[in-house]
């Protein structure tokens, strides 16, 4: 049977896919650290602001929008907190964004591999500003069993900063709301206008 | 159910009509040498008698000595299978004849066992990594990987 070159994708491609994924994987070998140590320097400003800063942090941390992302298995726990038992629409979160343009929370549910952590990391640089990330479950956290494995990333901080830690393998629904609280309580604490360094 | 075939008399058929192919007759599987592997292949597909139309997978395994390379073959027109194995004793650069060219479900296994145990397929149209990417080095699966 004659095999037709056309259907397999061409190797200056593959190459190029390949470089892409040794770049990142050099670039990424340190770990990024919370938002909260080095966002949000900006200018000091001497306008004091706070009363509107409470209003846009209520108006953020209540309408949360996750963007559709989830690699792997803990997606199913995401799913039983979408859905009527859990209900994670209590929180103004049910719309799950398939455009990361308009998303402005990822909730990294799953196992990353290296070649899959390019796409990871341009849905996450699609996403507009302000934006979070919460790493749920254990290969969200740290690469959780397959951390010396030789093709998952150890965790997400490698590849995006990350909000919110949630351990499990995979949680409950309810230690992913207790995360997702947290990062309301987080978001709750930013002070967006004032210039001044978060509390 | 789908019937295993007897491996003795499948072994028996085989040497005759691909004399020297055959090495272990009897067992779960018929193994047969790396060299004839391809006309084994055509056979078992092509004669009347077994006609295996399907190839449900391929296996790849490292036994430090040699590697064996594993064949589900199924008959969705007879309803019977079989497993044929074959053993590849050379470490550096092992090879093998490509059986995509009768089984298009090959195509995918057979990169895939290329891309996490190295044995390279001859006669593989795309013969290139599959889970990891290019410029990867090593081959995890083999046991000295590590």
């Known amino acids: 049977m004659a095999v037709e070159k056309e259907v397999y994708s061409s190797d200056k491609l593959d190459e190029a896919e390949g470089a892409a994924i040794e770049a990142l994987r050099t670039a990424s070998q340190k770990v990024i650290g919370d938002p909260d140590q080095w966002l949000g320097e900006l200018p000091a400003g001497n306008i004091f602001l706070t009363t509107l800063d409470i209003a846009l942090d209520w108006a953020r941390r209540s309408s949360l929008w996750p963007v559709a992302a989830f690699p792997a298995c803990c997606a199913m726990e995401f799913m039983s907190t979408s859905a009527s038992r859990f209900d994670i629409s209590r929180f103004g979160m049910e719309v799950i964004r398939p455009s990361p343009r308009q998303a402005d929370l990822m909730i990294t549910a799953g196992t990353l591999t290296w070649k899959m952590a390019p796409q990871i990391k341009r849905i996450y640089d699609q996403m507009a500003e302000p934006r979070w990330v919460i790493a749920m479950g254990a290969c969200g956290v740290s690469g959780g069993t397959f951390a010396q494995s030789y093709s998952v990333v150890p965790g997400y901080n490698h590849i995006v900063p990350v909000d919110v830690y949630i351990p499990g393998c995979p949680p409950r629904p309810e230690a992913l709301l207790y995360g997702i609280q947290m990062l309301q309580k987080k978001i709750a604490k930013e002070r967006n206008l004032s210039g001044s360094k978060k509390e | ?146």
């Open chain 2, 1 to 146: 159910m789908t019937q295993p075939l007897n491996t003795k008399e499948v072994a028996t058929k085989l040497s005759q009509k691909v004399p020297g192919s055959v090495v272990q007759p009897a067992g779960e599987a018929v193994l047969v040498d790396k060299a004839h592997i391809l006309g084994v292949a055509t056979y078992l597909k092509e004669a009347p008698e077994f006609d295996f139309d399907f190839l449900a997978d391929i296996t790849g395994a490292d036994y430090y000595d040699y590697f064996e390379v594993v064949y589900h073959l199924t008959s969705f027109n007879k309803n019977h299978r079989l497993i044929v194995k074959t053993r590849i004793s050379e470490r550096g650069n092992p090879t093998l004849d490509s059986v995509t060219g009768l089984w298009r479900g090959a195509d995918f296994q057979e990169r895939e066992i290329y891309d996490l145990m190295g044995i390279a397929f001859q006669g593989h149209p795309n013969l290139k990594r599959i889970f990891l990417w290019e410029g990867f080095v090593g081959y995890p699966l083999r046991k000295e990987y590590l």
